[in-house]
């Protein structure tokens, strides 16, 4: 994987492969979730207001997830150190991948130019996929508004 622009990611197309460290030691691989559906939703950072709320939501909803066979996988640019005092912290047990390298975030089209008070910078666009048992993508949510998010991600995950 290259960490160049590409093209973006539909509904129908094979979820991009990654292989990443993830919290508590972990390494965290497309490949682990081969035949069940996996919600992965892509973050800024770690203990920031709108990603803990996301986390906190997510995590809520796991045994939700659980039941309908979907797992949910949180990826943000930052260390897997990061991502244990965040998960320990507001005691989540969702897992988080962390892409230090953003090629992930490259591949599924997440990281990307933003722009604050007129200062451009790199950085993620709250984005999230549900990837259906197939490996492709089912659904795309982008531009995330954090509240009521991960309910609807629910709702398709039960539909799917």
């Not at 984005?127 to 509240?147: C, E, Q, Y």
């Amino acid at each position: 994987m290259t960490t160049t622009t590409t093209a973006a990611l539909n509904e129908g197309d094979a979820a991009p492969f990654f292989k990443l460290p993830g919290a508590a030691g972990e390494t965290v691989s497309l490949a682990d979730f081969q035949g069940k559906k996996l919600a992965l939703y892509f973050y800024p950072k770690d203990d920031t207001s709108g990603c803990t709320k996301e986390a906190i939501e997510f995590n809520g909803l796991r045994e939700e997830f659980a039941k309908v066979g979907t797992t949910i996988l949180g990826m943000s640019p930052d260390s897997p150190k990061s991502h244990d005092k965040f998960r320990a912290k507001y005691e989540l047990a969702i897992p988080l991948a962390a892409d230090e390298t953003k090629e992930a975030l490259t591949a599924y089209g997440v990281w990307v130019e933003k722009s604050m008070y007129g200062r451009k910078y790199m950085g993620v666009e709250r984005t999230t996929f549900l990837i259906g048992s197939d490996g492709k993508i089912a659904k795309i949510w982008r531009k995330v508004k954090v509240p009521g998010h991960a309910e609807a991600v629910l709702a398709a995950a039960r539909a799917l």
